[in-house]
């Protein structure tokens, strides 16, 4: 019976067994490598689990305040750094109000210039009488705000901020360490870095305490995890919220309890007063956010140092004092949001630490028991699901994921334990989808795929044509000639900086729909975006008649698009916009390219370069459409304009650069009549008959005032001055991109 039941199953059996198998080996793998797959996936399901949970949190919250350097205060005190005066006035108003701990997710490395000191200076002893020098020198010591600062922070519970570094740099000093471990810090398994940028030693030396502000982001990039302990040299030092818990709890120092692990001391758990946190083998502690950005009550620095507050805010709070300013660089990306200001994530640090039951762990275990885990599973599903009908398949697949996901799920929130699920899940749903599809979906498994891999940026009716002819797609690279499009928002990075992100989000999103609508429509396939940039191609992954005429008949719709937005933003408050493009057609190579982690079906070679030149030699010719010979020469029934015979930087050979002409300006005789004197004085011009050319282009250039127009007149200006030698050809050598 065995052998039977393997004979009519080996294949479905054979490849449950091989995925089950090469998963549990994926599994193993990770535990080594933070750049898996499955750790990157596992930080996506974690972020999904975290926010899920949100709204259990049952534990009191810490009158915990976030001082904000925010926009409203940079308006109104001006750019950061303030002056130390200014932020000594803010610290004593905090602690009048009753502060109990401040925290300075700032660095004050270099010391403030006194305005007496500068004037003695600056100034020979002939331009100050001695009365005034001696009067400078008397009132300078009133005038140092970096002493002022330092005045203010003695017999405070106040925690400066530093920075390490990887480069081996050393800026200001070094604070004291009170972390204690109990064994050499230069044996441990804390993170080492080689230099740091500290706080001034006036400041430094009146600071009741001091840490790092350094964050510990994912390889993806978001910040799960928190570093309590780094190590310079021979010392350990705390972190931000690790010193502010440490004078919260009125502790003298922090022990640190370590465990031998081979040839080094792998980390356990450091002491705060009386409360012990556990901690990874590198020091380190998931956060336990409290939620999205403003969980926490933000206070305006400007109006802490007017005095603007509730005072019982701040009644006996932690105030950690940051920026959420865009144009500071402190906005991290957390689970709990992408725009999340820095100075928070110490503040849930901190809360965590007080509160360890907040603090989920991820115990050294978990890898083992997920790997018995899934060798089981792997096991009992690879022998038992063949024999299932596809309802029973089904409905036995759909539980199992349910009881994996209430198992971590309970895990997560009773008992604090942050179980891998990744591998669970993908092991339950290969595994059900793998016999689903043996049974059932093998043709629509496959117009699935193609469906899955193209139609982010492929037109329909390309998606719909390989669904019906499958056999028809390949990925794989190969040569041919194609058509590609760049394009381009002029002056787009003095425009973003004009926009708050909500606004320039919104801009690009109204400006790519109908772009990428139209390139659609005229059948051609998006490569990429980048910024402000589209680049789209013709004829792949499936063969496009015309290709060369579509582009550019989708680069006159893009700027016909981009004209009406253009006066709705106006409308709407929004600058007005507009673009170049560029499109070249030549052979290319095309296909699937890329690393194992992320790859991209796109377009590369000396044409596609060119594209991209072209787009950006609109700005210099002062015209907003530019294509090469090859590409106009392609299209027998539109009509351009020669703009010029150049060589683009890194090309030896020369090309002929064309402006298409919108069909609807040739019905206009001036313009025909323009257009025909512009022809005949470049031939003029490569005749170097520079008298004749010259009064052409003087006559066009005082009627249309065209860019282009000024372009030869200055050229034919110098060339009558300087001699072109008997080799030139009329070739203008660009020597930037």
């Known amino acids: 019976m065995v052998l039977k039941y393997w004979r009519r199953h080996q294949w479905i059996l054979l490849c449950s067994l091989v995925f089950s198998a090469l998963l549990v080996l994926a599994q193993l793998s990770a535990v080594y490598s933070d750049q898996s797959v499955l750790k990157r996936l596992d930080g996506l399901l974690y972020d999904t689990r975290l926010k899920l949970m949100l ?16 926009e409203k205060s940079l308006q109104q005190l001006g750019r950061w750094p303030w002056s130390r005066q200014t932020v000594a006035k803010i610290l004593e108003q905090l602690t009048a109000a009753g502060a109990s701990v401040v925290a300075f997710d700032v660095i004050f490395s270099e010391s403030e210039r006194n305005p007496a000191l500068q004037v003695l200076q600056l100034s020979s002893p002939q331009q100050l009488s001695p009365e005034t020098s001696a009067e400078l020198k008397h009132i300078a010591p009133l005038l140092d705000a970096d002493q002022q600062f330092a005045s203010s922070l003695q017999n405070k519970d106040v925690v400066l901020g530093f920075l390490f570094q990887q480069e081996q740099l050393a800026v200001g000093q070094l604070p004291e360490t009170y972390v204690a471990m109990d064994s050499e810090a230069s044996q441990s398994s804390v993170s080492q870095f080689a230099g740091y940028v500290a706080n001034t030693a006036v400041l430094q030396q009146q600071s009741a305490g001091t840490g790092f502000i350094n964050s510990s982001p994912d390889p993806d990039g978001f910040i799960r995890q928190a570093a309590l302990l780094i190590r310079y040299q021979d010392k350990v030092y ?26 080094i001391n792998t980390i356990v758990g450091v002491t705060v007063g009386s409360t012990r946190i556990d901690t990874d083998l590198y020091g380190r502690v998931l956060i336990p956010y ?14 802490v140092l007017h005095g603007a507050v509730d005072k019982t805010l701040l009644k006996d709070a932690i105030v950690f004092v940051g920026t959420s300013a865009v144009g500071h660089a402190d906005l991290r990306s957390t689970p709990v949001g992408v725009q999340y200001p820095g100075v928070e994530v110490h503040a849930n640090v901190f809360e965590g630490l007080i509160y360890p039951e907040l603090i989920h762990s991820h115990p050294d275990w978990a890898e083992a028991l997920v790997f018995l885990f899934l060798l089981l599973l792997g096991l009992l599903m690879s022998l038992l699901f063949p024999a299932l009908g596809p309802v029973s398949l089904a409905f036995s697949g759909g539980s199992l994921l349910l009881l994996t996901l209430g198992g971590n799920l309970y895990s997560w929130q009773v008992l604090k334990l942050d179980l891998p699920l990744t591998s669970s899940l993908l092991l339950i749903l290969g595994l059900t989808l793998l016999n689903l599809i043996y049974g059932f979906f093998g043709a629509s498994q496959q117009k699935a795929r193609i469906k899955a891999i193209f139609d982010q940026y492929v037109p329909p009716a390309h998606i ?50 109908p772009i990428t609508k139209t390139i659609f429509q005229h059948q051609g396939t998006i490569d990429k975006y980048v910024g402000d940039m589209v680049m789209a191609f013709w004829n792949a992954p499936l063969d496009v008649k015309d290709h060369a005429e579509l582009a550019v008949k989708a680069g006159f719709s893009m700027l016909k698009i981009t004209d009406e937005l253009s006066k709705s933003f106006v409308l709407d408050g929004l600058p007005a916009i507009d673009i170049g493009v560029g499109v070249n057609t030549g052979e290319m190579n095309v ?36 294509v090469s010979q090859t590409t106009a020469q392609q299209c027998p029934d539109m009509t351009f304009r ?62 249309h005032n065209d860019k282009l127009y000024s372009l030869y007149l200055e050229r034919l200006a110098h060339y009558r001055t300087h001699s072109t030698g008997a080799d030139w050809d009329g070739v203008y050598t660009h020597a930037e991109k």
Request: charged content about 25%; aromatic content about 8%; glycine content about 4%.
């Open 642 to 703: 020669t703009i010029d015979k150049v060589k683009v930087k890194g090309k030896t050979a020369a090309v002929i650069i064309y402006e298409p002409v919108d069909p609807d300006l040739l019905t206009n005789p001036a313009f025909a009549a323009a257009l025909r004197q512009h022809e005949q004085a470049l031939v003029l011009y490569l005749q170097q008959q520079w008298a004749d050319a010259e009064l052409l282009w003087t006559s066009l250039h005082q009627l």
């Open 238 to 263: 705390p972190s931000l919220a690790l010193e502010a818990a440490r004078l919260y709890a009125l502790a003298q120092e922090l022990p640190v309890e370590t465990a031998p692990l081979q040839q």
């Open 290 to 303: 409290r939620g999205p950005a403003g969980s926490f009550p933000y206070i305006s620095a400007v109006d």
């Open 55 to 70: 709204p259990y949190r049952s534990v009191k919250e810490l009158p915990v305040v976030i001082v904000d350097i925010d």
């Open 591 to 626: 296909g699937d390219m890329g690393s194992e982690y992320r790859r991209a079906y796109t377009v590369l070679g000396d044409a596609v370069n060119l594209g991209s030149r072209l787009e950006s030699l609109t700005k210099y010719y002062g015209v907003r459409f530019l």
């Open 464 to 513: 719909d044509e390989m669904l019906n002819h499958p056999e028809s797609v390949s990925l794989d690279g190969k040569r041919k000639e194609m058509s590609v499009l760049f394009s381009d928002i002029r002056g787009f990075t003095n425009l973003s900086e004009k926009l708050t992100a909500s606004e320039l989000k919104s801009l690009l999103n109204r400006y790519f729909s």
